[in-house]
């Protein structure tokens, strides 16, 4: 399984990091993805990390946001900087099997998903 942690409250400007530590799963062998949820949006993806580190990023994120990977913790992670009130959602982390050439909000070959973690950025 998949275990978020790093969300919470912080004001516009500030910086949070996001972690998806593995549970009996090595993160290294998936392509792992973050998706976020704002309240009445649709999911997107925010950014993912394939099994061979390429990287990618959505668009609208204007190069605020760094994902990376440490196979040594088996943990991803993303780092939030000048956030945003547009930023507030549930961030969820996912594995993704290997091999799926989709776009960044596609749900397609995902097996795992984390739990979610609440990043809260008041106007």
């Known amino acids: 399984r998949l275990v978020e942690s790093g969300g919470g409250l912080v004001q516009p400007g500030g910086s949070l990091r996001l972690s998806c530590t593995g549970s009996?799963?090595?993160?290294?062998?998936?392509?792992i993805g973050w998706f976020r949820q704002a309240p009445g949006k649709e999911r997107e993806g925010v950014s993912d990390i394939s099994d061979r580190g390429r990287i990618r990023y959505a668009d609208s994120l204007k190069g605020r946001f760094t994902i990376s990977r440490d196979d040594a913790t088996n943990t991803v992670y993303l780092q939030m900087a000048n956030l945003e009130p547009e930023d507030t959602a549930i961030y969820y982390c996912?594995?993704?099997?290997?091999?799926?050439?989709?776009?960044?909000?596609?749900?397609?070959?995902?097996?795992?998903w984390g739990q979610g973690t609440q990043v809260t950025v008041p106007t």
């Open positions: 009996g799963l090595s993160l290294g062998d998936f392509d």
């Open positions: 996912a594995a993704r099997r290997p091999g799926f050439t989709v776009s960044l909000s596609s749900t397609l070959g995902i097996v795992y």
